[in-house]
Antibody
Framework: QVRLEESGGGVVQPGTSLRLSCVAS????????MHWVRQAPGRGPEWVAQ????????FSADSVKGRFSISRDNSKNTLFLQLDNVRPEDTAVYFC?????????????WGQGTRVIVSS | DIQLTQSPSFLSASVGDRVTITCRTS??????LNWYQQKPGKAPKLLIY???ELQSGVPSRFSGSGATTDFTLTISGLQPDDFATYYC??????????FGGGTKIDIK
């Protein structure tokens, strides 16, 4: 079955870097646009970034632009999110999600999330 | 960016109740709206896509309706497993995709 498994979270100091990974299995990873979504404590989900199935284009939220970058390695069925110059407001659970397109785009599969805490 | 306003933010209900949650968007999005359910410590789960299409495996007591700027999620006959937080999401403009602020349903 479809499975997404994130890793790489942890406690980091402001201004430092972190790389999150999401390993996919159970489907043809290279055929899907993928997303990162985060959720701060007590808040709703916030879309962070997306990357096309062949990595030909990617987009990110204004709140992380210039600091976070999304990438993928289709040969390893893995999605990445590089977090640079992190801030306390980046504290959240980070989910990877698969975009399916039935009539419109939707996120039909999600990982369990990896927690990032930015604190001095 | 398109803003999504959900109401109510919080709702107390009993098993068997019919519950309706609304999502209003700041501009027209046709039917480019999805609904998710989230339980504590878990990822969101897709319930409804394209405003009214039921995701495979989701019980038929869940239904969605609406278009342009006003949408509803209805649960007909609330079950114990349905106590959770519900989010709408617009995918009309991307980026950014945006989520509503959520509606938490708890037990009365």
């Amino acid at each position: 079955q479809v499975r997404l498994e994130e890793s790489g979270g942890g406690v980091v100091q402001p201004g430092t870097s972190l790389r999150l990974s999401c390993v996919a299995s159970g489907f043809l990873f290279s055929a899907y646009t993928m997303h990162w979504v985060r959720q701060a404590p007590g808040r709703g989900p916030e879309w962070v970034a997306q990357i096309a199935k062949d990595a030909s284009e990617n987009f990110s939220a204004d709140s992380v632009k210039g600091r976070f970058s999304i990438s993928r390695d289709n040969s390893k069925n893995t999605l990445f999110l590089q977090l640079d110059n992190v801030r306390p407001e980046d504290t959240a659970v980070y989910f990877c999600a698969r975009e399916r397109r039935r009539l419109i785009p939707q996120f039909d599969s999600w990982g369990q999330g990896t927690r990032v805490i930015v604190s001095s | 960016d398109i803003q999504l306003t959900q109401s109510p933010s919080f709702l107390s209900a009993s098993v068997g109740d019919r519950v309706t949650i609304t999502c209003r968007t700041s501009q027209t999005i046709n039917s480019f709206l999805n609904w998710y359910q989230q339980k504590p410590g878990k990822a969101p789960k897709l319930l409804i896509y394209a405003a009214s299409e039921l995701q495979s495996g989701v019980p038929s007591r869940f239904s969605g309706s609406g278009a342009t700027t006003d949408f509803t999620l209805t649960i007909s006959g609330l079950q114990p497993d349905d106590f959770a937080t519900y989010y709408c999401q617009q995918v009309y403009t991307s980026p950014p995709l945006t989520f509503g602020g959520g509606t938490k349903i708890d037990i009365k």
